[in-house]
T-cell receptor, first 114, second 114 residues
Framework: ELKVEQNPLFLSMQEGKNYTIYCNYSTTSDRLYWYRQDPGKSLESLFVLLSNGAVKQEGRLMASLDTKARLSTLHITAAVHDLSATYFCAVDMNSGGGADGLTFGKGTHLIIQP | NAGVTQTPKFQVLKTGQSMTLQCAQDMNHNSMYWYRQDPGMGLRLIYYSASEGTTDKGEVPNGYNVSRLNKREFSLRLESAAPSQTSVYFC?????????????FGNGTRLTVT
């Protein structure tokens, strides 16, 4: 059974600081996804990581994937209040491009305070 | 530019009542999914349909049935609702192939069973 663990599950930080969210998963996969969810809203795709060593950046967010360590990170640089949200990582259970869905972590609830 | 459309947005049921959640996508995606989201649990896959004409169970299928009506539409039915089915339900779709893109989510259905 594939397990996806995020930590921390809750993070309160100040604007201007840097921090990293970690996503560990329990079985071989080279497809990992990061999503953002605002309160009461749907999930928005942030990053798609499809190979070992993949790194994607968008604004103050950078995501990376280490398939050997079964670890992905989401790094926040110089946080701003607008980045307050819940962030989910999700792993493709079938690296062959199957369509049997993604397994999600429990999410990291991020609050950025002025 | 609708993407994935879910109806209804909100629903309150009494225990034992039945209902069908509707989902339609206009992105010509092959694969569609139903997830439920509960506080502190992340998203859990209920059922999925890899392609038109096929459906499969996910992690938490008990108490639910699905129908892939055509390529666009994928419905979720609760035959006899229970309080444990109080949740937010998300429908999603994706392309199928070697390079699996992100799931595209609808806005969710907030269901309360009393």
């Amino acid at each position: 059974e594939l397990k996806v663990e995020q930590n921390p599950l809750f993070l309160s930080m100040q604007e201007g600081k840097n921090y990293t969210i970690y996503c560990n998963y329990s079985t071989t996969s080279d497809r990992l996804y990061w999503y953002r969810q605002d309160p009461g809203k749907s999930l928005e795709s942030l990053f798609v990581l499809l190979s070992n060593g993949a790194v994607k950046q968008e604004g103050r967010l950078m995501a990376s994937l280490d398939t050997k360590a079964r670890l992905s990170t989401l790094h926040i640089t110089a946080a701003v209040h607008d980045l307050s949200a819940t962030y989910f990582c999700a792993v493709d259970m079938n690296s062959g491009g199957g369509a049997d869905g993604l397994t999600f972590g429990k999410g990291t609830h991020l609050i950025i305070q002025p | 530019n609708a993407g994935v459309t879910q109806t209804p947005k909100f629903q309150v049921l009494k225990t034992g009542q039945s209902m069908t959640l509707q989902c339609a996508q206009d992105m010509n995606h092959n694969s569609m999914y139903w997830y439920r989201q509960d506080p502190g649990m992340g998203l859990r896959l209920i059922y999925y349909s890899a392609s038109e004409g096929t459906t499969d169970k996910g992690e938490v299928p008990n108490g639910y049935n699905v129908s892939r009506l055509n390529k666009r539409e994928f419905s979720l039915r609760l035959e006899s609702a229970a309080p444990s089915q109080t949740s937010v339900y998300f429908c999603a779709s994706s392309e199928l192939g070697q390079f699996v893109g992100p799931l595209h989510f609808g806005n969710g259905t907030r269901l309360t069973v009393t």
